[in-house]
C-alpha cells in the first residue's frame, strides 16, 4: 500500500495544522495506522495511532490533549489534528500502516508500510 502524507507547514507557536495521509488501497480499513516524528539528529518516535475501526487510539505523552487521530475508511485517510502546537513539535511526520491488527501500535517496528513523510515547523 502507499501512503501520501499531507498538511504540514510552517505555523506559529500556539497555533493548528492538520496532517493527512491518503492509501491508495480499498483494503485501507484493514491497517491499523500510526504518525511518527523524526526531529534533526533525533530517533523517529511514537506520536499517535488509531485501531481499524477507529474505536481505539493512542497518544505520546508529549501530544496527549493536543493532537487527535481520526480516520475515514470510506476515504482511505487518516487524520492528526495538531493543536496548541509548540516549537518542540518542529519534526518530519511520517503516516505508517500496520496489517497486522495484534502488534504494539507504538513501536515503529509493528508497521508495513511508511510514507514519504510532511515537514511540521512551528515558530517560537
Known amino acids: 500500500v502507499q501512503l501520501q502524507a499531507s498538511g504540514g507547514g510552517l505555523v506559529q507557536a500556539g497555533g493548528s495544522l492538520r496532517l493527512s495521509c491518503a492509501a491508495s488501497?480499498?483494503?485501507?480499513?484493514?491497517?491499523?495506522m500510526g504518525w511518527f516524528r523524526q526531529a534533526p539528529g533525533k530517533e523517529r518516535v511514537f506520536v499517535s495511532a488509531?485501531?481499524?475501526?477507529?474505536?481505539?487510539?493512542y497518544y505520546g505523552d508529549s501530544v496527549k490533549g493536543r493532537f487527535t487521530i481520526s480516520r475515514d475508511n470510506a476515504k482511505n485517510t487518516v487524520y492528526l489534528q495538531m493543536n496548541s502546537l509548540k516549537p518542540e513539535d518542529t519534526a518530519v511526520y511520517y503516516c505508517?500502516?500496520?496489517?497486522?491488527?495484534?502488534?504494539?501500535?507504538?513501536?515503529?517496528?509493528?508497521?508495513?508500510?511508511w510514507g514519504q513523510g510532511t515537514q511540521v515547523t512551528v515558530s517560537s
Open positions: 488501497r480499498r483494503t485501507f480499513s484493514n491497517y491499523i
Open positions: 488509531i485501531s481499524v475501526s477507529g474505536g481505539s487510539t
Open positions: 505508517a500502516a500496520d496489517a497486522f491488527p495484534y502488534n504494539e501500535p507504538r513501536l515503529s517496528r509493528s508497521y508495513d508500510y
